[in-house]
């Protein structure tokens, strides 16, 4: 399977936009983007979903260009709250379907 | 409405001994999944279920099983426990698209508060 790869960790300041990236080369033709955030000790929680260009919703906004090979996160105005781990997943085709989740970007706001 | 829940939420199991994990949902929703979640790493998929007595391998699926007899519900099984199996287990649980209802990728998941399970 190929992997689902983003960075690390990310360090930024309150009130600035973040935008952390994952590449998915192998995504299924069908499959969607999703991003996640986990504080320590719970479950992952949905952010945002697309398939294609541009998604936004009230906390974010995701943009994936033409070739879905990539996906890019975007957080506007971060505060101390939005320090957490942030997961890509996407689904892939190799020789059976799975849903691959991303190792995870650990965010830090510093005020 | 409670989402999603879990069963136990800690567990110490010695080498060999067997357990279920249960999850619970009251959303209606067809998908149920069952991650694992090692210390530092992202959530890898052992087995999902895309509707009632339907299930399918995920990444990880080998030393366990799975049941979906009751839409509601979920079972993670393991057989023999290993230390390897030492992990947090998230379940979740999500609705499926309407044009494409066979793409588990589709939609939001919403997880359980997890299990930690300790094998010695």
């Known amino acids: 399977l190929a992997k689902t790869t983003q960075p690390i960790s990310m360090d930024s300041y309150e009130g600035q936009e973040v935008n952390i990236t994952c590449s998915h080369n192998n995504i299924a033709t069908n499959d969607y983007i999703t991003w996640y955030q986990q504080f320590p000790s719970q479950g992952p929680r949905f952010i945002i979903q697309?398939?294609?260009?541009?998604v936004t919703n009230e906390v974010a906004s995701l943009f994936i260009p033409a070739d879905r090979k990539s996906s890019t996160l975007s957080l506007p105005r971060v505060s101390l709250s939005d320090t957490a781990v942030y997961y890509c997943l996407v689904g892939e085709m190799d020789s059976n379907y799975q849903l691959i989740w991303g190792a995870g970007t650990k965010l830090i706001i510093k005020p | 409405n409670a989402g999603v829940t879990q069963t136990p939420k800690f567990r110490v199991l010695k080498t060999g001994q067997s357990m279920t994990l249960l999850c619970a949902q009251d959303?209606?929703?067809?998908?149920m999944y069952w991650y694992r979640q090692d210390p530092g790493m992202g959530l890898r998929l052992i087995h999902y279920s895309v509707g009632e007595g339907t299930t399918a391998k995920g990444e990880v699926p080998d030393g366990y099983n799975v049941s979906r007899l009751k839409k509601q519900n979920f079972l993670l099984g393991l057989e023999s426990a290993a230390p390897s199996q030492t992990s947090v287990y998230f379940c979740?649980?999500?609705?499926?698209?309407?044009?494409?209802?066979?793409?588990?990728?589709?939609?939001?998941?919403?997880f359980g508060p997890g299990t930690r399970l300790t094998v010695l």
């Open positions: 697309g398939y294609k260009t541009k």
């Open positions: 979740a649980s999500s609705y499926p698209a309407e044009r494409e209802p066979s793409n588990p990728s589709y939609g939001e998941q919403f």
């Open positions: 959303m209606n929703h067809e998908y």
